[in-house]
């Protein structure tokens, strides 16, 4: 009978001269800065006296949005129809700057949902900015279909109200899964953006000095006392909500995307769309992000808490989401080539080389080449550089979202009934206003809000180690 | 036992560190205390086990959210489409499980999102907008750097003198009685 040889007497001596080489982990917070420091910087932002660069963006913030209001005033008062849509363009900017939006918002959920399930400890300095992008990204999206159904003021038909034709919402529609998908993920990334913000309303609140400045903190903070009873649950819940919204993120780019799958159309009826929609939402989203927080980081020296070690996992992310970006796209026209299907093939062909090529070479070249100097050290390092390739970014994926839903609808399978899609000064007016609207809020929530999350700086601070401090 | 004095909520006492806080809790829990707590500014790493504390019931309330919206998703599907207006389209049934499981599934996470959300503040006691230890002068820094053990006076164990030397035998710096 042959037994297992045993190995305990013939370890090889060499393993224990072999020392464990030292790995130390990248510094999340820098020249040691303590609790109290923490503190300081992130309701310094708030208590400060409104400077003056706030006054001048916010002015030109609300300038800017309100020519989504005017766009939108016209489009209410005269109908759908000053929209550039027609014949067989039904999808135009509308659909694009709605996919263009609610991608952005997900680096946010990605950032605080499943970054904190993989407990990559860097989140803390970026998430709490990142969820209220999120927040606000998805109410630029939510304009545009809602508009786009043309009676905006039955718009409450989409939810399953009953209404007075005794008729409900149609559920085998992808359009109506959108309905359900978009608001849960704006209702749930609300909460989450709220709850963890509770406790830094306590802090605030217990630092205000003026009555109106308790008062609006003390309602906000719902009287959080900070007791560890309530931290247990508190952290319970926040674990949970991350859990939660990890599976709502994937499906909400994924039933956007299935928008398109869903349908007869060539160049998107394809089974790689959801996978590749999530990736590029995140390829847009981290860019946008890094657009944010580059120039708040300079502003309000930050440089401690943000530091080169965030910049370049971010960085890094881009590179790595900006690569499955451009694998889908070749993966789309192998697929195309592989079918055998002519229209499919002809779309695809159309795409690089049609009436649209223009578009198409401008999203490749953002998309697939810029994120590739993200290799290089050097360039990462380059902050204004890296936030430059990251308005890169998001141009491209602009073009990207365009080139899907215009393309595919602008020569199909009749060639009889072609057309050529182009937005109207209408259109340019409502998404450009947009932007504005977007920046409202944010700078909103930059001076009213606490920018960075303090109690969850303070836990990945070393100070907080009850082993060696 | 107790010479219960009715406006008297606890004594406080506070701390500097994370890592005095957490071993003085450690004698608290040990002590038998039942009605007392920790206050800082960040969830302190291993505290609620160092406190004794149960583990949370939130996933309770959060799996009961998740189940009544699989449920409500499943219901609100099949009597709008199938049993209120039934309509045939594209030939498909008029309900199954599966075309309107996208409805189903973010009904889910809607419903769970609810019962986490609503039940870490029905839990926790929140909203509540006025309590004792807001009075508190020293109170204000626990939400900033300073950490603060509150022993309550509705504990048994509660007399004011000894958990005030007990609390001193623990190295907290200051110690205050809470007034309600």
Redesign the interface.
């Known amino acids: 009978m042959a037994y297992a040889p045993d190995h305990s007497s013939e370890r090889p001596a060499i393993l224990d001269k072999v020392n464990p080489a030292e790995l130390p982990r990248a510094k999340l917070i820098l020249n040691d800065r303590?609790?109290?420091w923490i503190?300081d910087k992130v309701c310094g932002i708030v208590e400060e006296p409104t400077p003056l660069w706030w006054k001048v963006l916010f002015t030109v913030a609300l300038f800017v949005a309100s020519f989504t209001g005017v766009g939108l005033f016209y489009l209410v008062s005269t109908g759908t129809g000053v929209w550039g849509l027609r014949a067989p363009i039904g999808w135009g900017w509308a659909i694009v700057n709605f996919v263009f939006w609610v991608g952005i918002g997900h680096a946010g959920t990605l950032i605080s949902a499943i970054l904190c399930l993989l407990r990559q400890k860097w989140r803390t300095s970026i998430n709490r900015a990142a969820e209220a992008m999120t927040i606000f990204a998805v109410m630029c999206a939510g304009i545009f279909p809602l508009f786009h159904v043309g009676r905006v003021w039955f718009a409450w038909w989409l939810f399953?109200i009953p209404n007075q034709n005794?008729?409900?919402?149609?559920?085998?529609s992808?359009l109506?899964?959108d309905v359900?998908?978009v608001s849960?993920y704006f209702?749930?990334s609300s909460?989450?953006w709220y709850?963890g913000m509770?406790?830094d309303f306590?802090?605030i609140?217990?630092?205000a000095t003026t009555w109106w400045r308790k008062a609006f903190y003390?309602v906000l903070a719902?009287?959080?006392?900070?007791?560890?009873?309530?931290?247990?649950?508190?952290?319970?819940?926040y674990l949970?909500?991350a859990g939660?919204?990890t599976?709502?993120v994937l499906?909400v780019h994924t039933?956007v995307s299935?928008d398109f799958a869903v349908s007869n159309v060539p160049g998107w009826h394809t089974t790689i769309f959801p996978p590749y929609f999530v990736a590029g939402a995140i390829f847009s989203g981290f860019a946008m992000v890094l657009t944010l927080m580059l120039p708040l980081r300079a502003i309000y020296r930050l440089h401690d808490v943000i530091n080169q070690y965030h910049i370049d996992n971010m960085c890094k992310i881009i590179l790595a989401t900006g690569t499955m970006v451009g694998y889908a796209y070749a993966t789309e026209f192998f697929i195309a080539a592989y079918s055998g299907n002519v229209y499919e093939k002809f779309a695809f062909v159309n795409r690089a080389f049609g009436q649209y090529a223009w578009a198409y070479w401008i999203m490749v070249s953002c998309n697939v080449i810029t994120p590739q100097l993200f290799w290089f050290k050097k360039i990462r390092e380059n902050h204004s550089l890296v936030w430059i390739i990251c308005l890169f970014v998001n141009v491209g994926m602009w073009f990207e979202r365009f080139v899907i839903t215009v393309t595919s609808l602008a020569n199909d399978y009749l060639p009889s009934s072609w057309g050529y899609y182009s937005p109207t000064i209408v259109d340019i007016f409502t998404f450009f206003g947009t932007f504005g609207f977007f920046s409202v809020l944010f700078l909103l929530f930059v001076r009213f809000f606490p920018l960075l999350p303090?109690?969850?700086l303070?836990?990945v601070s070393p100070?907080?180690?009850?082993?060696k401090? | 036992m107790n010479e219960r004095n009715e406006s008297i909520h606890g004594v406080a006492c506070t701390f500097r560190k994370p890592a005095d806080v957490y071993h003085a809790a450690e004698k608290v829990r040990d002590a038998g205390w039942k009605y007392w707590d920790v206050h800082s500014a960040y969830p302190i790493h291993g505290l609620d086990k160092a406190m004794g504390l149960p583990r949370s019931k939130i996933p309770r309330l959060t799996l009961l959210g998740g189940v009544t919206g699989f449920i409500a998703g499943c219901l609100l599907t099949w009597y709008m489409n199938s049993f209120d207006y039934p309509l045939i389209v594209g030939g498909k049934p008029l309900w199954s499980p599966i075309f309107p499981f996208p409805i189903m599934y973010e009904c889910t996470i809607l419903f769970a999102a609810f019962g986490t959300f609503f039940g870490q503040f029905i839990l926790n006691r929140l909203p509540q907008h006025h309590h004792p230890l807001f009075d508190l002068p020293q109170f204000a820094r626990t939400s900033d750097d300073s950490f603060m053990i509150v022993l309550e006076a509705r504990d048994s164990q509660f007399h004011l003198d000894d958990s005030r030397n007990f609390l001193l035998s623990l190295g907290g710096q200051e110690i205050t009685v809470i007034r309600d």
């Open positions: 303590g609790f109290h503190t399953p005794a008729i409900w919402p149609q559920f085998r992808p109506e899964w359900f998908a849960t209702t749930v909460l989450f709850m509770v406790p306590g802090t609140r217990d630092r003390s719902m009287g959080w006392r900070g007791g560890n009873r309530q931290w247990s649950n508190m952290e319970m819940a949970l909500l939660l919204s599976p709502l499906s039933i299935f303090m109690a969850e303070k836990m100070h907080s180690d009850i082993h401090h």
